[in-house]
């Protein structure tokens, strides 16, 4: 859980996991929507894929990058908790 709140903490990574939430992407893709040079993108990629928030697939050269739902679920799920909006039983969902 620490990683993926330390990996969220960067704004640019919470951008790249809005982006992922619409599905799949190219690393180049990514990589074209920021001024940022190619290997801080790779950082973050990096960072997010560390914690768990992406997993990616190789296409020939090209690397696709996927959100994994359930570590979002699970980053949202603890948050709700923390702020009384969601179950008190962490095993339980919400309603």
């Known amino acids: 859980m620490n990683e993926i709140f330390k990996a969220l903490s960067h704004p640019a990574r919470r951008r790249m996991v809005a982006m992922l ?3 799949p992407l190219a690393s180049g893709d990514i990589a074209a929507r920021f001024d940022m040079a190619w290997p801080t993108v790779t950082a973050h990629l990096a960072a997010l894929k560390a914690a768990g928030l992406v997993e990616t697939e190789r296409d020939g050269t090209t690397v696709r990058y996927r959100l994994v739902i359930s570590a979002a679920e699970e980053a ?16 339980e969902p919400s309603s």
């Open 21 to 23: 939430r619409q599905g």
């Open 76 to 91: 949202i799920a603890f948050l709700m908790q923390l702020t009384g909006t969601g179950s008190d039983d962490p095993e």
